[in-house]
């Protein structure tokens, strides 16, 4: 399995990515400060994660410090499950609130992207032609919402970027084996994707799934992406390494995602 250790960090990484030209990881549990049921390097605190804000931060502080990015470098946003994009030109002042949005996309090296998850769909972007990196957040709802065909469609837009030369990372989130979705959800798949839906929904006697790591490799490929790695990793299966919002009945944290450009 892709992963690294840096001290008491452990990360995973996609081998599709160029190592010269970029920094990223998706950030286990391990290694960090926090108390169950928060256990340990939890870098999410809101009304659903209350956990201590000081340690949150000292949790981030020892993420970055393991990629030997700056923490003062991040770029982070009040994810809620949109489609929206935001192209980030400077790292967010400490002293701004976040801005509201489920994508990032950058061209400059001095900002680190920064996400959270708990089972839903950490999307790593690169596109070594224009160097642009971008992070996406795709849970049920973004994917229906086609939040990363929205993202390939900003860097096209923004950046001049071929879709045959991005390269995407779907990143450790919840199998569809572990995803369980009642009519409505299913309804709206059918909706959005159509024939391909079918295939994106399986069944386990009367229970309907939702296959999200397919979904967003579907919706990748027609939009133009060719090279698509898909991490394979259910995080409610491996709880000792990731968050699961699912399996963990919301008593939990939020794993950390980053990728940046090297200067
Ligand atoms: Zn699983």
């Known amino acids: ?27 286990t549990r391990r290694g960090g400060l926090s108390p169950e049921p928060w256990a340990s390097l939890n870098v999410g605190a809101s009304a659903l994660v209350p956990d201590d804000h000081a340690r949150v931060r000292n949790n981030r502080i020892l993420a970055f410090d393991a990629l030997g990015r700056d923490p003062d ?13 935001i192209c980030a030109e400077k790292p967010r002042p400490r002293d701004r609130a976040h801005s509201q949005a489920d994508a990032i996309l950058t061209d400059r090296p001095d900002v680190t992207l920064f996400m959270r998850f708990a089972d839903c769909v950490p999307i790593l972007l690169h596109d070594p032609t224009r160097q642009v990196v971008g992070i996406v957040h795709a849970g049920w709802l973004g994917t229906v919402r086609r939040a990363v065909t929205i993202t390939v469609e900003a860097m096209v837009e923004r950046y001049r970027s071929r879709p045959e030369d991005i390269r995407a990372g779907i990143g450790p989130s919840i199998a569809a084996h572990h995803y369980r979705v009642g009519a409505e ?40 992406v060719r090279e698509i790695q898909v991490s394979g990793i259910c995080t409610a299966c491996h709880l000792e390494d990731w968050y699961s919002h699912r399996a963990e009945k919301g008593k939990t944290g939020r794993f950390g995602a980053l990728i940046a450009l090297n200067g």
């Open 1 to 27: 399995m892709p992963f690294h250790q840096v001290n008491s960090i452990r990360y995973y990484y996609f081998d599709i990515f160029d190592s010269e030209a970029l920094t990223h990881a998706i950030f």
């Open 73 to 85: 470098s991040m770029f982070d946003v009040w994810q809620i499950h949109s489609a929206d994009v």
């Open 185 to 224: 959800v299913a309804g709206q798949v059918r909706e959005v994707f159509g024939d391909e839906a079918g295939r994106l929904l399986p069944t386990q006697g009367a229970a309907v799934q939702f296959d999200l790591w397919r979904a967003n490799q579907l919706l990748l490929e027609q939009a133009g």
